[in-house]
């Protein structure tokens, strides 16, 4: 037992402990697309493994990424954007440990984007931005219509006309990988109204012919006001009827004969066709004697010879027309009062 912990303890004493790590990189600069890496790690004294990472998160192999010399050496080929981080070794052996950074950056780009909107109404402020991603930082040239209008990724004009209106370009070149990239924007400046802005030319343009137009319109009602003037005739003269009003003319008067047919063969109403208003039946008496002929009392004949009763003078001195005598006014409501049919009194 004690021999086997001695050689052990020996085993240990004897093995040499991982010092002086480093990671060997490529010394030449890194264009994405066109370089390759190779990234080695090294260290002095015995090592059993090698550990690869990558901005804290484990390497691992793909179809860019290779390992070879038992993981000692990783090949990267090509390079992209995002192989650019921080790498770290770690070797090991059974008694210590040891690791070593390194940094590796990939140049790329530019790529080329404007920010913007293509039209914009006259007199507003036009803002456009190069947007460029590139490493290291791209320089930007604007160009509007052929011509360089600035180097800043943000462009500005102020007070905007119909001159203004174009082609804009933004150019992007990186020195590292010598690539260039470039995008146009078509803008256009609407007018007040929504409509496009005109430039200087086209509206003197537009100001020349309106004002030959208002010239030729003058010129004209001043020779049509002379001419009038001296005309004997008439101004106007009407127009003689043509055929057409005189086929009207003729419809109208046969359409009006018509009518006046039409009307004499009407039947015409006479006085049997109107019919007679009814007549109102009168309400009939509530007593049945009302309407009866008064039938005057006989007088009593006198008892003495050669006298003559008041019935007998009053015969005498009436005429025929008043035997029968003519009765009272026929009251409005014969339930009020009565007394008048039955009080007629013979005088």
């Not at 260290?43 to 550990?51: I, K, N």
């Not at 590796?104 to 190069?130: A, H, K, Q």
């Not at 803008?187 to 012919?209: Q, R, S, Y």
């Not at 008041?310 to 029968?324: G, I, M, T, Y």
């Amino acid at each position: 037992m004690e021999r086997v912990l001695v050689t052990v303890l020996a085993a240990v004493l004897l093995t040499e402990s991982v010092s002086a790590v480093a990671i060997i990189g490529p010394e030449h600069i890194l264009i994405e697309d066109k370089s390759s890496a190779n990234l080695t790690c090294v260290g002095a004294g015995a090592s059993d493994t090698a550990e690869w990472m990558k901005d804290d998160q484990v390497l691992s192999p793909s179809d860019r990424i290779e390992f070879l010399a038992d993981n000692m050496t990783v090949l990267i080929d090509p390079v992209k954007r995002t192989d650019s981080g921080v790498y770290r070794c770690t070797l090991r052996n059974n008694v210590t440990s040891e690791t070593a950074n390194y940094s590796m950056t990939v140049n790329y780009g530019p790529d080329v984007r404007i920010l913007g909107v293509s039209s914009v109404e006259e007199g507003s402020d036009i803002l456009l931005f190069c947007s460029t991603e590139s490493l290291p930082a791209a320089s930007v040239t604007w160009t509007v219509k052929g011509a360089t209008n600035g180097h800043s990724e943000l462009l500005i004009i102020e007070s905007s006309n119909g001159t203004h209106s174009g082609t804009y370009n933004c150019t992007a070149f990186n020195s590292v990988t010598g690539h260039t990239a470039s995008e146009a924007l078509v803008l256009t400046v609407t007018g007040k109204g929504g409509g496009p802005g005109l430039g200087p030319g086209e509206a003197a343009g537009i100001t020349v012919a309106v004002i030959a137009v208002l010239a030729g319109l003058a010129v004209g009602l001043y020779f049509l006001i002379n001419h009038l003037k001296n005309s004997p005739g008439p101004l106007c003269k009407l127009p003689k009827p043509t055929k057409n009003n005189e086929n009207r003319n003729s419809d109208v008067q046969e359409e009006n004969e018509l009518k006046a047919t039409e009307f004499k063969h009407q039947p015409q109403r006479t006085s049997q066709d109107t019919p007679t208003p009814r007549r109102e039946r009168r309400e009939q008496h509530l007593y049945e004697n009302y309407n009866k002929p008064h039938v005057p009392r006989k007088a009593k004949p006198s008892h003495l010879p050669g006298q003559v009763n008041n019935l007998d003078l009053a015969k005498q001195r009436r005429s025929p027309e008043h035997d029968r005598p003519s009765l009272p006014p026929r009251p409005d409501n014969i339930f009020k009062d009565d007394s008048h049919v039955y009080n007629t009194r013979l005088t």
